[in-house]
């Protein structure tokens, strides 16, 4: 019996995760407080880069934090539990970013909810990634090398922290990685928009 309630408990948790990824922060603020469908804007994606070209910082920095807040939450819950918990709740609560059932599942790029699972394994991997990210931005320009380098190094720097989290890391990179495709294609061919900083 207490197997089976340690089941149903983890698969609500895991459900939950995924419905609380699947707030789409991005496309509630821009629609209530800039008064715009940010899905018909640039991109089209509800993600802060997108939320940003809309001239709006106030929403854009609301976007940012609330996804990443989504992020760390959930996960932050579940390691107080396991460390296998964990795992699964990290790759729903992003699946449930890039793939919101409220949006027929066409979401953000997850980085910034990465950003937010990253903080709750360790503050020091999300101060790195941040830093990572502006460093970059401000070398190159661009938003989609900046977050794919902050994943990028982050990650590394959570593999050293703790090797047992390899597979999600590799899983959740490629995630992210995946949702880039179109950046990659547009760095490849120098066709990537800069980003003002």
Known sequence: MEFFNSIIFYFLFILLSYLMG????????????????????GSGNIGTTNV??????????LTLFFDALKGFIPAWISLQFSSEL????????????????????????GVATFLGLIFAISIYSGFLFILSWIIIALIFKKSSVSSLSATLFSSFYIIFYNSNLLLLLIIMLGLITIKHKENIIRIYKNTEPNIKI
């Not at 699947?22 to 804007?41: A, N, Q, T, W």
């Not at 940003?52 to 920095?61: M, V």
């Not at 790759?91 to 890039?98: A, D, K, S």
């Open 22 to 41: 699947s707030v789409p922060f991005g496309y509630l603020f821009s629609k209530y407080v800039s008064k715009i469908d940010i899905r018909e804007i």
């Open 86 to 109: 964990f795992i699964y709740v990290a790759i729903f609560t992003l699946l449930g970013h890039m793939y919101p059932i409220w949006l027929k599942f066409k979401g953000g790029k």
């Open 52 to 61: 940003l070209r809309t001239g709006n910082k106030l929403t854009a920095i």
